[in-house]
């Protein structure tokens, strides 16, 4: 079935390094892929997506883009903040939506 | 414009209760998923209500039921509850199934 496997955790980085979190995914289809940031304290909130092979989506700073040959979504920011300290988690949709497991990240300055 | 909204906060139980969460979905939006996560790990599809309807279902007994009411708002309903249901129960709503999805700031359960 459908699935997603992300980069473990936790992810710990000083302020203004390069980030990224792998991705990547399993999918019978062609899958909608996306990126949820979950602040401490709160709900999941939509960062980026991407519909289709060789999009890239954008959002604060941060980049992923839908790879079908390596079927791979991994996420990336040049420059973290202490703001950014959040779970981070992949997902696509199938014929349902499928969560990665979270990948934490605190960045200290 | 208000966003998704559940209720209670906050809930404790003990085994062999029952319980029933609400969600109040984004305005403007028809399609409502629940997600159960446990701590630590990602949301996990319970299942997603359409037109009054339960439309897909994910790998939960039933004992886990829901329901969807005319203005789109919906319910969750666990029966027999065990320890293992202590979580959080997060409510999401879109346009389409398959569309980018809002959610609330979920429901912490837990269970003695």
């Known amino acids: 079935g459908d699935s997603v496997t992300q980069m473990e955790g936790p992810v710990t980085l000083s302020e203004e390094a390069f980030l990224t979190i792998n991705c990547t995914y399993t999918?019978?289809?062609?899958?909608?892929l996306f990126w949820y940031v979950q602040y401490p304290g709160e709900g999941l909130q939509l960062l980026l997506k991407a519909t289709k092979a060789d999009d890239k989506g954008s959002n604060k700073g941060f980049e992923a883009t839908y790879r079908k040959e390596t079927t791979s979504f991994h996420l990336e920011k040049g420059s973290v903040q202490v703001s950014d300290s959040a779970v981070y988690f992949c997902a696509l949709t199938g014929n349902q939506f499928y969560f990665g497991t979270g990948t934490s990240l605190t960045v200290i300055p | 414009d208000a966003g998704v909204t559940q209720s209670p906060t906050h809930l404790i139980k003990t085994r062999g209760q029952q319980v029933t969460l609400r969600c109040s979905p984004k305005?403007?939006?028809?399609?409502v998923s629940w997600y159960q996560q446990a701590l630590g790990q990602g949301p996990q599809f319970i299942f997603q209500y359409y037109e009054e309807e339960e439309r897909q279902r994910g790998n939960f007994p039933d004992r886990f039921s829901g329901h969807q009411f005319p203005n789109y708002s919906s319910e969750l309903n666990v029966n027999a509850l065990l320890l293992g249901d202590s979580a959080l129960y997060l409510c999401?709503?879109?346009?389409?199934?398959?569309?980018?999805?809002?959610f609330g700031d979920g429901t912490r359960l837990s269970i003695l």
């Open positions: 999401a709503s879109s346009v389409l199934s398959d569309q980018p999805q809002h």
């Open positions: 999918a019978t289809g062609y899958p909608s």
């Open positions: 305005s403007g939006h028809d399609t």
